[in-house]
């Protein structure tokens, strides 16, 4: 029996607006699910609702078998840690680490010895006696995970709780979640706008979009095989690029060439002869020098971007755009055609009408 179960949940504001459409999920004790999606498509409004912070306005939401929908938040045994640090200003770290327990009546010797452990664990041992406002953003953001984590819930919801940090402390923060996540084996349910979170993060990764559920899986399936294009869009840096074109004779014409989509469409070639479809392929999927039995294009390069260890290369292919990602070392110049090469096993077909993939 899975320990969190949502079953067709939505969320129906009074004004009539569908937040969120039948949403469905399982989550295994101890498991770390992120969900991801643009803003607005109700991934907060889900984490709030399993948190008993809003009610749910049609389905069913379990823990550990047990119907929660009408328990308050405190019933529940979750921690939640929100964007915003919510600390108390006027308390040290100290104080602001043991309140919650100090409601609880739990006695001093045992908060003095939570306290303390947390605090090691977060690497805020000398910052105990500081106030908040004496401590950088990451010790901040350390000091609210340390006020949930310290309660010793089965449940951990995290809203966005990096998103007020520069991009080095995100990436150490990261790190240390998912090390507290490992010691403390609490299921989390962790929601975010980044992709790359999700990615580093996730056990498994919940891609929302308008209030639906696109996609649940792990980072690896909805990287290497999204649903639709939304999902392949939505997950990779930079996006997965998009060719769209007519089916003639089982090939499509891009550019000056022609690619063989007929074996791509095995069963389906019949169907989608003389109909749209997009052709999708990642920017890290191409290679410069040709191997059998590749897809080779070709275009006009517009702009190139140099970040270090890799560069993005953006190139015109005839009423299409698309960016390739390639060494420092094989970087062209701009305004020249460039020849690129993409494996067979690198390229998806989407249907253009509907965006889901043509398995």
């Given at each position: 029996m899975a320990y969190l179960t949502l079953r067709n949940v939505n969320k129906i504001y009074p004004n009539g607006f569908h937040a969120v459409h039948d949403f469905n999920l399982e989550a295994e004790k101890g498991e770390f699910i992120v969900f991801v999606?643009?803003?607005?498509c109700g991934k907060s409004t889900t984490l709030r609702m399993i948190a008993g912070l809003e009610d749910i306005s049609k389905g069913e939401f379990l823990i550990n078998g047990n119907l929660a929908n009408n328990l308050g938040p405190r019933e529940r045994e979750v921690a939640m840690?929100?964007?915003?640090y919510a600390l108390y200003p006027h308390m040290t770290v100290y104080d602001n680490l043991a309140f919650g327990l100090s409601l609880q009546g739990v006695d001093e010797d045992v908060i003095e010895k939570r306290v303390q452990k947390t605090a090691e664990i977060l690497g805020l041992t000398e910052y105990l006696d500081r106030m908040p406002r004496a401590l950088s953003g990451g010790q901040r953001q350390r000091v609210a995970v340390g006020r949930s984590i310290i309660r010793k819930v089965g449940v951990f919801l995290m809203d966005e709780p990096l998103s007020n940090l520069d991009?080095?402390?995100?990436?150490?923060?990261?790190?240390?979640?998912?090390?507290?996540?490992?010691e403390t084996g609490a299921t989390t349910i962790y929601v975010t706008h980044d992709q790359t979170e999700a990615m580093t993060m996730a056990d498994r990764i919940v891609v929302m979009k308008d209030g639906y559920i696109q996609q649940v899986g792990t980072p690896k399936e909805v990287y290497f095989r999204p649903v639709n294009m939304f999902v392949a869009g939505f997950i990779g840096e930079p996006p997965m690029n998009f060719i769209r074109r007519t089916v003639q004779d089982g090939k499509i014409l891009v550019g000056s060439r022609e690619i063989d989509v007929?074996?791509?469409?095995?069963?389906?070639?019949?169907?989608?002869?003389g109909k749209e479809i997009v052709m999708g392929f990642r920017p890290e999927a191409i290679s410069l020098s040709a191997q059998a039995e590749d897809y080779a294009l070709s275009g006009m390069v517009e702009l190139t971007e140099m970040l270090g260890d890799n560069a993005n290369v953006y190139v015109d292919i005839e009423e299409s755009k698309a960016i390739l990602k390639v060494t420092p070392h094989e970087i062209p110049?701009?305004?020249?055609?460039?020849?690129?090469?993409?494996?067979?096993?690198?390229?998806?077909l989407f249907d253009a009408k509907t965006e889901e993939i043509i398995d």
């Open positions: 999606g643009p803003s607005g840690v929100f964007q915003s991009a080095k402390q995100r990436v150490t923060m990261r790190s240390e979640i998912t090390q507290i996540h490992r007929k074996d791509k469409l095995g069963a389906h070639a019949a169907e989608y002869e110049e701009m305004d020249e055609e460039i020849v690129f090469y993409i494996p067979r096993g690198s390229v998806y």
